[in-house]
Nanobody, 125 residues
Framework: EVQLVESGGGLVQAGGSLRLSCRAS????????IGWFRQVPGKAREGISY????????YYADSVKGRFTISSDNAVNTVYLQMNSLKPEDTARYFC??????????????????WGRGTQVTVSS
């Protein structure tokens, strides 16, 4: 069964850091494009980062560029999102998914499949 499970969220002060993990089963993350997304209640889900090991592609939404870093560890079939310099506006539920659509000029519109349940990130002032 194809599954993605997110973890690593929590409460952090502004300026702090978190590392989110996306563990995959049923497929190898190194063979597919994986994206991180986030959603605030009442607002649309937005793509924030993308990686595809087959061509070493990485992309970031403008909102997180320079602060977040996506990476993969194929040995444990996991994609990570290192989040530094967190801001209150980063507060959201974070999801990973297999990417089905990518506009490299507008990462926020990225679409995915095989969604996990997400992990909540809350950044306090």
């Amino acid at each position: 069964e194809v599954q993605l499970v997110e973890s690593g969220g929590g409460l952090v002060q502004a300026g702090g850091s978190l590392r989110l993990s996306c563990r995959a089963s049923g497929f190898n993350v190194g063979d597919y494009a994986i994206g991180w997304f986030r959603q605030v209640p009442g607002k649309a889900r937005e793509g924030i980062s993308y990686t595809k090991n087959t061509d070493s592609s990485t992309y970031y939404a403008d909102s997180v560029k320079g602060r977040f870093t996506i990476s993969s560890d194929n040995a444990v079939n996991t994609v990570y999102l290192q989040m530094n310099s967190l801001k209150p506006e980063d507060t959201a539920r974070y999801f990973c998914a297999v990417v089905r659509y990518l506009d490299t000029s507008n990462i926020a519109t990225m679409e995915g499949a095989y969604w996990g349940r997400g992990t909540q990130v809350t950044v306090s002032s």
